[in-house]
């Protein structure tokens, strides 16, 4: 069955270091989004994706992040100046449809920022 | 904005007894409504989502407009439940397909 694969699963980095998660979604896929879920909180939206470009995006997604698809088969969620509480779990998420209610998840990357 | 509210952060049962993961949420039209969940070390997935109105795993929820209610229950919880269950909403009208979840209940069932 096909999954979302995220790396790294695991990444430590020191305060103001850029960062760059990857995934790669589903093949058939055309909707991605990225998901984060700091330690004993909700899931939060960040960011929506699709024809290359930001469909939604919330108010967590400043200017510190961006998204880019590439290439045909990597989606890339890049932190350009870490700050402490950017630690946490990050999400990929696949969806074949915009409104299908099912998006398919990686296993996440957890982001360590010292 | 769409918000789901889940009370428990913690929900802890013996073998046998019933289960209910309590989901609020707040919007009074039509929302479309899902459980995700998580088992130890895999990812998050879909249980169940209340348009199908089907029953997984023995789990059934039910959406309760007037109370903006959408619980998840099982009357007969097994160990291998034992997981987080995140309640999520989309659909909303003027807001986003996008799922908007809750922060989780972790179901611990005991032997």
């Given at each position: 069955e096909p999954e979302v694969t995220q790396t790294p699963s695991h990444q430590v980095t020191q305060m103001g270091q850029e960062v760059i998660l990857r995934c790669v979604p589903i093949s058939n896929h055309l909707y991605f989004y990225w998901y984060r879920q700091i330690l004993g909180q909700k899931v939060e939206f960040l960011v929506s994706f699709y024809n290359n470009e930001i469909s939604e995006?919330?108010?967590?997604?400043?200017?510190?992040?961006?998204?880019?698809?590439?290439?045909?088969s990597n989606f890339t969620l890049k932190i350009r100046s870490t700050k402490l509480e950017d630690s946490a779990m990050y999400f990929c998420a696949s969806?074949?449809?915009?409104?299908?209610?099912?998006?398919?998840?990686?296993?996440?990357?957890?982001?360590?920022?010292? | 904005a769409q918000r789901v509210t889940q009370p428990?952060?913690?929900?802890?049962?013996?073998?046998?007894?019933?289960?209910?993961?309590k989901c609020n949420y707040s919007y009074s039209?039509?929302?479309?409504l899902f459980w995700y969940v998580q088992y130890s070390?895999?990812?998050?997935?879909l249980l169940l989502r209340h348009i199908s109105r089907e029953s997984i795993k023995g789990f059934t929820?039910?959406?309760?407009?007037?109370?903006?209610?959408?619980?998840?229950?099982?009357?007969f919880?097994?160990?291998?439940?034992?997981?987080?269950?995140?309640?999520?909403?989309?659909?909303?009208?003027?807001?986003?397909?996008i799922p908007t979840f809750g922060r989780g209940t972790s179901l611990i069932v005991h032997p």
């Open positions: 995006k919330s108010e967590i997604f400043d200017d510190q992040f961006s998204v880019e698809r590439p290439d045909g969806s074949s449809g915009p409104n299908t209610g099912e998006l398919f998840f990686g296993e996440g990357s957890r982001l360590t920022v010292l | 428990e952060k913690l929900l802890s049962v013996f073998k046998g007894a019933p289960v209910e993961l039209g039509s929302p479309e070390r895999q990812r998050l997935q929820a039910d959406l309760n407009k007037g109370e903006t209610s959408f619980h998840l229950k099982k009357p919880a097994q160990e291998e439940d034992s997981a987080m269950y995140y309640c999520a909403l989309s659909g909303v009208p003027g807001g986003s397909y």
